[in-house]
C-alpha cells in the first residue's frame, strides 16, 4: 500500500495531501442527541456545541474510582508492561507515556470504560448506541512526562483510522490531580467548527513514532495561529475524578510535565455504531486494532 496523491471521493475531510495547509468548515452536527436521551440538560447540549467540551469536576465519586487508581499504580510498576506492543514509552527515555486498550486488557479498566454515566453522556451526545474505538492511560510522568502537540484527534483517526465522520467523543478521567502546572489538557473552545487539513504524507506504520511525538498530521503555525486569535485557550484542571468530554475535532495537546507530580489520566474515546471505519482516507494499511477499533462494534450495554 502506498500514499495516493488524491483523496478518494468519499474522502469528505481530506488531509495530507496538499503542499499548503487549509482551513475549512466542519460538515457533521456537534450535538447528535436531545435533552430528552440522557443526563446533559439543553444547557449542557448548547456549551458543548459551541465550546466542543465538557467537563465536571465529581462526576465520578472517589470509591467509584479507587480499584482503578490502584490498577494505575500496579501497572505503572510492571516492569512487562513496557515491553508489550500496547505500550508507548517516552522518547529519550524508558519511562512510560501510554498503554493502550486498557479496556481490553483489564477487567478494572474495562468497568470504568463502560461506565453507565459515561455511556449515557457518550450515547448523549452522539445519538445512540455506542462502542469503544480507544482507551488508553496517559501517564506524563513527574518531571519527564513529555507534550502531546497541538492536534485534532478526528484528523488522525480520518486518515489512518478510515473514520468516516465527526460522530465521536473522548472521555477524559483524572486519575491524578490535574493542575495547571503538571501539564493538563489545553482546549481551543470552538475550534472543533473548522477543519484544519495538515501538510505530510503519512508515513508506513506511522504510529510507532507519532504515539511519541507528532510530526506528521499536526497544523501549521499559522493555522494554529489563527484559532488561537478566534478561540483562545483554555485548560480544565480538577481533583481525581474529574471527567472533561471533548469533542474529536476540537483543536487540543498539553505541555509537558517538569514537576514531581504526575499528571495522568485515562481516555475512552466513544464511537457512534454508525461510523465505524472504512478503509483509512491515506491509503495505508489501518493501525493495529489496540489503538483503534475494528472488529467489535458491539454496543455498551446500558444499565
Ligand atoms: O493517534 C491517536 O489515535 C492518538 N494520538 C493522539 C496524539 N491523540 C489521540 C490518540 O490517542
Ligand atoms: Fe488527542
Given at each position: 500500500?502506498r500514499?495516493?496523491?488524491?483523496?478518494?471521493?468519499d474522502d469528505?475531510?481530506?488531509?495530507?495531501?496538499?503542499?499548503?495547509a487549509?482551513?475549512?468548515?466542519?460538515?457533521?452536527?456537534?450535538v447528535?442527541?436531545?435533552a430528552?436521551?440522557g443526563?446533559?440538560?439543553?444547557?449542557?447540549?448548547?456549551?458543548?456545541d459551541?465550546?466542543?467540551?465538557?467537563?465536571f469536576?465529581?462526576?465520578?465519586?472517589?470509591?467509584?474510582?479507587?480499584?482503578?487508581?490502584?490498577?494505575?499504580?500496579?501497572l505503572?510498576n510492571?516492569?512487562e508492561?513496557?515491553?508489550?506492543?500496547?505500550?508507548?514509552?517516552?522518547?529519550?527515555?524508558?519511562?512510560?507515556?501510554?498503554?493502550?486498550a486498557?479496556?481490553?486488557?483489564?477487567?478494572?479498566?474495562?468497568?470504568?470504560?463502560?461506565?453507565?454515566?459515561?455511556?449515557?453522556?457518550?450515547r448523549?451526545?452522539l445519538?445512540g448506541?455506542?462502542y469503544?474505538?480507544q482507551?488508553?492511560?496517559?501517564?506524563?510522568?513527574?518531571?519527564?512526562g513529555?507534550?502531546?502537540y497541538?492536534?485534532?484527534?478526528?484528523?488522525?483517526w480520518h486518515?489512518?483510522?478510515?473514520?468516516?465522520a465527526?460522530?465521536?467523543?473522548?472521555?477524559?478521567?483524572?486519575?491524578t490531580?490535574?493542575?495547571?502546572?503538571?501539564?493538563?489538557?489545553?482546549?481551543?473552545?470552538?475550534?472543533?467548527?473548522r477543519?484544519?487539513?495538515c501538510?505530510?504524507?503519512t508515513?508506513e506504520?506511522?504510529?510507532?513514532?507519532s504515539?511519541?511525538q507528532?510530526?506528521?498530521?499536526?497544523?501549521?503555525?499559522a493555522?494554529?495561529?489563527?484559532?488561537?486569535?478566534q478561540?483562545?485557550?483554555?485548560?480544565?484542571?480538577?481533583?481525581v475524578?474529574?471527567v472533561?468530554?471533548f469533542?474529536?475535532?476540537?483543536?487540543?495537546?498539553?505541555?509537558?510535565?517538569i514537576?514531581?507530580?504526575?499528571?495522568?489520566n485515562?481516555?475512552?474515546v466513544?464511537?457512534?455504531?454508525?461510523?465505524?471505519?472504512v478503509?483509512?482516507?491515506?491509503?495505508?494499511?489501518p493501525?493495529?486494532?489496540?489503538?483503534?477499533?475494528?472488529v467489535?462494534?458491539?454496543?455498551?450495554?446500558?444499565?
Amino acid at each position: 500500500a502506498r500514499t495516493p496523491d488524491k483523496p478518494r471521493t468519499d474522502d469528505r475531510y481530506p488531509s495530507r495531501f496538499d503542499t499548503r495547509a487549509h482551513v475549512s468548515n466542519r460538515h457533521d452536527p456537534v450535538v447528535y442527541g436531545s435533552a430528552d436521551d440522557g443526563p446533559l440538560s439543553a444547557s449542557d447540549l448548547r456549551f458543548y456545541d459551541d465550546n466542543g467540551y465538557l467537563s465536571f469536576d465529581a462526576l465520578l465519586q472517589p470509591d467509584e474510582l479507587q480499584s482503578a487508581l490502584d490498577e494505575l499504580q500496579r501497572l505503572r510498576n510492571d516492569e512487562e508492561i513496557k515491553d508489550s506492543d500496547e505500550a508507548v514509552i517516552e522518547p529519550g527515555s524508558r519511562e512510560l507515556r501510554s498503554i493502550f486498550a486498557v479496556h481490553r486488557h483489564n477487567a478494572v479498566l474495562r468497568r470504568l470504560c463502560a461506565h453507565p454515566r459515561l455511556a449515557a453522556i457518550a450515547r448523549q451526545l452522539l445519538g445512540g448506541e455506542v462502542y469503544i474505538h480507544q482507551s488508553r492511560i496517559n501517564y506524563k510522568g513527574g518531571f519527564r512526562g513529555k507534550e502531546f502537540y497541538w492536534h485534532s484527534d478526528f484528523e488522525t483517526w480520518h486518515v489512518e483510522d478510515g473514520i468516516p465522520a465527526m460522530r465521536m467523543v473522548s472521555c477524559s478521567i483524572s486519575l491524578t490531580p490535574n493542575t495547571p502546572n503538571n501539564g493538563p489538557l489545553m482546549i481551543m473552545p470552538g475550534s472543533h467548527h473548522r477543519y484544519v487539513a495538515c501538510v505530510g504524507a503519512t508515513p508506513e506504520n506511522h504510529y510507532k513514532a507519532s504515539l511519541k511525538q507528532q510530526d506528521v498530521g499536526v497544523p501549521d503555525d499559522a493555522s494554529l495561529s489563527a484559532l488561537a486569535e478566534q478561540c483562545g485557550i483554555i485548560a480544565p484542571t480538577g481533583p481525581v475524578g474529574a471527567v472533561t468530554f471533548f469533542e474529536c475535532n476540537v483543536m487540543h495537546g498539553s505541555n509537558s510535565n517538569i514537576t514531581p507530580a504526575p499528571r495522568s489520566n485515562l481516555f475512552i474515546v466513544y464511537n457512534s455504531v454508525d461510523n465505524t471505519p472504512v478503509e483509512p482516507f491515506c491509503g495505508l494499511a489501518p493501525r493495529p486494532n489496540f489503538i483503534a477499533e475494528r472488529v467489535d462494534f458491539s454496543p455498551l450495554g446500558r444499565a
